[in-house]
C-alpha cells in the first residue's frame, strides 16, 4: 500500500510544481500586462479570467501539493486545462493543445482517486 500512497504523493508533487513553475507563476508576474489582453473563453472579463487562472493555476496545485481538499482542488485544475484545450486553443494545432490535455490527467487521475495517505486529508479524515 506504501507505493500506492508514494505514487500518489508523486502524483500530486511533480505535475503541479511543473503547473505552477511553468505557467501560474508566470502568469501572475506579468499580471498588469495580462489582464487587459488575457483571453476570456466565458465571458467572465480578462481581468477576472486571468484571475481566477492565476488562482487554478497556482494556489490549487499549491493545495494539491499538500493533499488539502485534492479532489476539488484537482478537478479546478482539471476543468481549467480542458477549457485550455478545447476552447481557448480550439482551433490552434494539436501541438499547442497537447500540453494542457497532457497535463490534465494527472489532475484527472487525482480528482477520481484523491490524495492518499501522504496528506493532509488523509490526517483529518477527509473523503472528498
Known amino acids: 500500500m506504501w507505493k500506492l500512497n508514494l505514487g500518489l504523493f508523486l502524483l500530486r508533487l511533480l505535475p503541479s510544481s511543473l503547473l505552477i513553475i511553468g505557467h501560474g507563476w508566470p502568469k501572475m508576474m506579468q499580471f498588469s500586462s495580462l489582464q487587459g489582453q488575457f483571453p476570456n473563453p466565458i465571458g467572465l472579463g480578462s481581468t477576472i479570467t486571468l484571475v ?72 483529518k479524515g477527509v473523503i472528498f
Not at 497537447?98 to 486529508?121: C, H, K, N, R, W
Open 52 to 123: 481566477f487562472t492565476i488562482m487554478v493555476e497556482v494556489f490549487c496545485p499549491l493545495l494539491i501539493i499538500l493533499g488539502l481538499a485534492t479532489r476539488i482542488n484537482a478537478i479546478m485544475v482539471f476543468l481549467l486545462l480542458i477549457t485550455a484545450a478545447f476552447i481557448v486553443h480550439g482551433q490552434d494545432s494539436w501541438n499547442v493543445k497537447e500540453i494542457a490535455i497532457i497535463y490534465s490527467v494527472p489532475f484527472l487521475v487525482l480528482g477520481l482517486t484523491g490524495a492518499g495517505s501522504y496528506s493532509v486529508d488523509a490526517k
